[in-house]
């Protein structure tokens, strides 16, 4: 990506409204008896092969969702061999505009970020618009050893916080818990698998962390009358779902799936159960519902 990209994306920003980034799109939009679900999906891998989703995960019908978001690791290695990743194409719909995949951890370690690119048609930080909703997929691995991506990124946040109309609803997902100092959210491990307290949201000063810099903006969108969500996917070994909204009334959630990992048939029956985050949106009265659903009824009930 060259230096020239941003001032050309600023200005798809204004007359595509897809946000002005490397995979932003905007669909057609649907009918006002519509009711669209939007479910996301953290920490989705197999324990037992590694290099396939939770067979549950594998199993919904995906038909059934107006958007995909996924919370990365989604595989093991999702990117160490090609393989992987196409499958995961054909669960997913990659490709697709409303299906976003932030990675993680275990989706980066393999390398080979080209096959990403090439096998979604997009940068790993995009936006998407459609039907009065803005989803913006973030990069949370990135850090100023990429400082022109992660530069990029920052822009693409605020160039959506700055210019979302109101009453529109706005979702920004990542990978990792980078969530500190955010006032009234709790960081602990209780409910995250690590914490990315030092996480930097752009190059221009080690201060600039997410409470510092990204998370006002969402505050000020949320001021003019956007509701916001904050979606992370590096959860499920001890809390299988989180929500608290922020003292400004930002909604923080956390949501991940891992009970692939217990082999004890009478530990697993006891175990808490895998949760999925679905949103449902109602486009005649432009109302925003959540709920986490237990993952095996979900399941089950197709």
């Known amino acids: 990506m060259t230096n020239k990209y941003i001032p050309i994306c600023i200005l798809l920003f204004f007359i595509t409204s897809t946000f002005g980034m490397p995979g932003g799109s905007s669909s057609e939009t649907k009918s006002v008896n519509?009711?669209?679900?939007?479910?996301?999906l953290?920490?989705?891998?197999?324990?037992?092969s590694g290099n396939r989703v939770d067979p549950r995960v594998e199993g919904l019908n995906y038909s059934n969702f107006d958007r995909i978001w996924l919370g990365g690791d989604v595989?093991?290695?999702?990117?160490?061999r090609r393989p992987t990743i196409e499958y995961l194409d054909t669960l997913f719909n990659l490709a697709s505009p409303s299906t976003q995949y932030s990675l993680g951890n275990h989706d980066i370690r393999g390398g080979n970020m080209a096959w990403y690119r090439?096998?979604?048609?997009k940068e790993s930080y995009n936006v998407y618009s459609a039907n009065?909703?803005?989803?913006?997929?973030?990069?949370?691995q990135?850090?100023?050893s990429k400082c022109e991506e992660l530069n990029n990124q920052f822009d693409m946040i605020k160039n959506v916080c700055d210019t979302i109309n109101?009453?529109?609803?706005l979702f920004l997902f990542m990978h990792s818990n980078i969530f500190k100092d955010v006032p009234g959210v709790d960081v602990g491990v209780k409910y995250y698998h690590a914490n990315f307290q030092y996480w930097n949201a752009n190059c221009d000063s080690s201060n600039a962390t997410f409470s510092s810099v990204i998370y006002p903006m969402l505050v000020k969108a949320k001021n003019r009358g956007v509701g916001v969500y904050v979606i992370l996917g590096d959860a499920g070994t001890y809390e299988k779902s989180y929500y608290q909204p922020s003292v400004d009334t930002v909604h923080f959630f956390g949501n991940g799936i891992n009970n692939s990992r217990i082999k004890d048939s009478v530990l697993l029956a006891v175990a808490p159960k895998d949760k999925v985050l679905i949103f449902e949106h109602i486009i005649a009265t432009n109302e925003m519902s959540w709920q986490f659903h237990d993952l095996d009824s979900l399941f089950n009930a197709q």
Do not use: Q, R, W
């Not at 953290?42 to 037992?48: E, I, K, M, N």
């Not at 090439?118 to 048609?121: S, W």
């Open 34 to 40: 519509d009711t669209l679900k939007y479910i996301f």
């Open 42 to 48: 953290g920490h989705a891998y197999d324990y037992l």
């Open 75 to 80: 595989c093991k290695d999702a990117l160490l």
């Open 118 to 121: 090439e096998v979604t048609g």
């Open 132 to 140: 009065g909703a803005v989803s913006i997929c973030m990069n949370s």
């Open 142 to 144: 990135l850090n100023p």
């Open 166 to 169: 109101s009453n529109s609803y």
